[in-house]
């Protein structure tokens, strides 16, 4: 019971993590990229008017920033229209030019940690802090746990002259939320063109980011819990019967007196289903907090280790109906064990008394 509520509560994870973009630090639904330089005020409004946004965040980009002397790309973020915000895993958001974040894989690259003080830009660099651990959009050179990630003032202060820059070294977006209720692709469309009437020339594009390939890959995973929780289903089954059918042949010597003292048969049938449904009773009562327990443990390791923003999973349905089942299923599995035990003749097995 322990292993099947355990591979259902990891599937539901996956399901989860699968299902939920935020959790792998897409907090926007569509964004807006110009791939040769940053957005001027005009096209930022443009792309924010539309009546179907109800929060927008620019996300200029950055190939080549100095932390420590080493190359990184990094974000500068500005809020444009509510509240959008950046996951983070740990410590908080950059909210001055003086505090930077960083993705997981690229501190783990540079040796830091959060609160450890760096040297950004060109040297001598300016002074800056660490403040937090998040989760960064992807581009087309950068995945979702790479990257550095400072106020959109910090960045500019960070970057080298523009004569030291090459084309496709500063990037800019604007990372948008629609409202309940809006058409993405209609919407996203809508802000394209905008833009475009504002700047012909712009190289803008639009659509919604798709989730990280590590992500994605869990869903082969889907099926290998599901796989598990039917062999520790069968491993139950067989336990439960082989546990009944040695009561049997243990009892039988017992079972003979009860019915020699009046015990019928339907007493000697009702006394093994009375311990298969105990057998199952108890399993149920053991097996599913800690199979849920073990499920979350294995869910967070994993969590962990991608990363990913880890909420403790629940296979619901499962865990609802686990219950009846168990005690249907082990009732059946009894009906074999029950019927012997109804069949003992008291004369032949107490011949030997």
Request: charged share 15%; aromatic share 6%; proline share 7%.
């Amino acid at each position: 019971m322990i292993g099947i509520v355990a591979c259902f509560t990891f599937r539901a994870g996956i399901l989860d993590a699968q299902s939920t973009p935020a959790r792998s630090g897409i907090v926007f639904d569509d964004e807006v990229g110009n791939a040769v330089r940053l957005f001027s005020p005009a096209e930022l409004a443009a792309a924010t008017h539309d009546k179907a946004v109800a929060a927008a965040l620019q996300a200029a980009w950055a190939r080549n920033v100095l932390i420590n002397g080493k190359a990184t790309p990094t974000f500068g973020t500005s809020p444009l229209v509510g509240n959008l915000r950046l996951v983070v895993l740990a410590g908080r958001d950059p909210r001055g030019p003086d505090e930077i974040a960083i993705a997981p894989a690229t501190m783990k690259n540079l040796g830091l940690a959060v609160g450890d003080r760096v040297k950004v830009g060109p040297s001598p660099g300016r002074a800056a802090r660490i403040v937090g651990e998040a989760l960064l959009p992807t581009t087309s050179h950068t995945d979702y746990d790479e990257s550095a990630w400072m106020t959109l003032s910090g960045l500019r202060a960070s970057l080298p002259p523009a004569s030291q820059m090459g084309a496709d070294d500063l990037q800019d977006y604007v990372l948008l939320r629609w409202k309940p209720g809006v058409d993405p692709a209609a919407a996203a469309t809508r802000v394209q063109e905008s833009v475009m009437k504002v700047s012909p020339s712009c190289e803008c594009n639009a659509g919604p980011q798709p989730l990280p390939s590590e992500i994605s890959d869990l869903g082969r995973l889907r099926s290998l819990p599901f796989a598990l929780g039917i062999f520790f289903a069968l491993l139950a089954i067989a336990t439960v019967a082989h546990a009944l059918v040695t009561t049997v042949r243990r009892w039988r010597h017992d079972f003979a007196v009860l019915r020699a003292l009046g015990f019928t048969r339907r007493q000697s049938r009702g006394a093994i289903a009375w311990q298969s449904t105990m057998l199952a009773a108890a399993g149920v009562l053991v097996g599913v907090p800690l199979g849920i327990g073990i499920g979350r443990i294995v869910w967070r390791w994993l969590a962990d280790s991608f990363p990913f923003v880890y909420a403790p999973p629940l296979a619901a349905v499962a865990v609802i109906v686990v219950v009846p089942v168990a005690i249907v299923v082990a009732n059946v599995v009894a009906a074999g064990p029950a019927r012997s035990a109804a069949r003992i003749r008291p004369a032949e097995v107490l011949r030997a008394e």
